[in-house]
């Protein structure tokens, strides 16, 4: 039996992240103060041989990025509950949000809990936690991490409702609109009515099956990508006949209007963004992506400048292009995000907006992360980072967010929670 070396996984998988990714510049990455802030996280987990306190230090690791393509990934999945459970911390039976005007409220509340008894309700303003006011607790939990700031601000109240032991203080305004503190016992684990939270109020509806088109009205029909795969690569051509001969179909039955549904996009493959943005494009010539020109000897991308406030231009490369069919230019087109829209769900987002038809909707910008992807293997985990750098034609990064974390990628509606 051999213990793993956690340590020195970190030390060999820190080093070969900090050699080829990519945006170390771009997103002024301290690479020094992340070594002697995390090393000895991983020694400590060596000497107590604990598996779950490794994966929450490469998980916090990760999120330093803020980088969509940053992430590691726990192998085992009795090892990734217990991670979890030390992280997001107790479910007291409720989660919090945040509206338009500042108020955090209650969310994901069962009629027959605790909660509810107590007489909190879905939409409950929450006015302390555990004798803090609310509005000091935003974020101090850093349980996501996200590129765009915008998008970390929509999320920040969720952590709350998972600060406490075995149990919480809960202050919140009742229907009546009196003020009342009530204590609610642990009972189980925040992360499950988390996830729960996003899939089925946040994000309701973003789980069904990918290029799946639905009928949302006779005027308007939806089309949801959920990643962008197909069968296999040779089948892209296929795929995009399918598309014409679907779209060409609604057009003749009056539709005007399509949604194209890329909340929690995944990404995938540029082939399969390709196909697809040729047949809604305007007619003509559009570019796809510039590619970095690549240093070999020193496995570095080559730097064309650097300003004074830090922004980094980048040796243009390769130019690749695609022919717009303008099949949908009688029409408007409205593109759904949210902030895992990520990667080739960020470059289709970025360049279809472009479009004069087209509209980008949603609670948050997309992710803002679109670059290759590397990965660094473990026996317990995987560990995956930028890799790959595209540029604008100017050489600028093209859709990733920089140290400052304003958004690329244009949200034309933001669309209030409320």
């Not at 020195?8 to 070969?16: I, P, Q, R, T, V």
């Not at 029409?331 to 829209?341: C, E, R, Y």
């Not at 930028?386 to 034309?412: C, H, I, M, Y």
């Amino acid at each position: 039996y051999r213990s793993y070396d956690y340590a020195a996984d970190f030390k060999s998988g820190f080093e070969e992240m900090k050699l080829h990714y990519v945006l170390s510049e771009h997103k002024s990455i301290d690479w020094d103060g992340l070594y002697e802030k995390y090393l000895p996280l991983f020694e400590e987990a060596d000497k107590a041989h604990d598996e779950v306190a490794a994966s929450i230090a490469w998980t916090q690791f990760a999120m330093e990025f803020q980088d969509g393509h940053v992430g590691y990934g726990i192998k085992d999945e009795k090892i990734e509950k217990m991670a979890y459970e030390r992280m997001y911390g107790n479910d007291y039976g409720l989660c919090t949000m945040k509206l338009s005007d500042g108020k955090i409220v209650a969310v994901m509340v069962e009629e027959d809990s605790q909660a509810r008894k107590a007489g909190i309700c879905n939409g409950s303003e929450i006015t302390a936690w555990n004798g803090e006011p609310v509005e000091n607790l935003s974020g101090t939990e850093k349980v996501f991490s996200f590129a765009v700031e915008e998008n970390e601000e929509f999320y920040e109240a969720l952590s709350i409702a998972g600060m406490g032991n075995e149990t919480a203080e809960v202050c919140f305004i009742a229907e009546t609109g009196e003020k009342k503190t009530v204590t609610l016992s642990k009972i189980g684990n925040y992360y499950d009515r988390m996830m729960d939270c996003i899939e089925d109020v946040i994000d309701k509806g973003a789980e069904i099956s990918n290029l799946e088109w639905m009928r949302v009205d006779d005027s308007s029909a939806l089309l949801r990508m959920r990643f962008m795969n197909y069968d296999s690569e040779e089948n892209f051509s296929e795929m995009e006949t399918t598309l014409r001969e679907e779209m060409l179909a609604l057009k003749a039955e009056g539709v005007t209007n399509l949604i194209f549904d890329l909340r929690s996009n995944s990404g995938g493959s540029g082939n399969h963004v390709k196909h697809i943005l040729k047949l809604i494009a305007p007619s003509g010539e559009h570019v796809y992506a510039y590619d970095a020109v690549f240093d070999k000897k020193t496995q570095k991308y080559k730097i064309d400048s650097v300003t004074d406030d830090g922004s980094v231009t980048y040796q243009v490369g390769q130019c690749e292009t695609y022919q717009g069919e303008n099949l949908w230019g009688h029409g408007k087109i409205i593109i759904l995000v949210n902030a895992n829209t990520v990667s080739a769900g960020d470059h289709f987002t970025m360049a279809a907006s472009a479009y004069p038809n087209v509209t980008v909707m949603g609670f948050t910008h997309s992710n803002g992360s679109c670059q290759g992807v590397n990965s660094v293997n473990f026996d317990y985990g995987m560990l995956s980072y930028s890799g790959a750098l595209l540029l604008n034609e100017d050489g600028s990064v093209f859709v990733d967010t920089d140290q400052f974390r304003k958004a690329v990628v244009p949200l034309d509606v933001n669309i209030p929670f409320d």
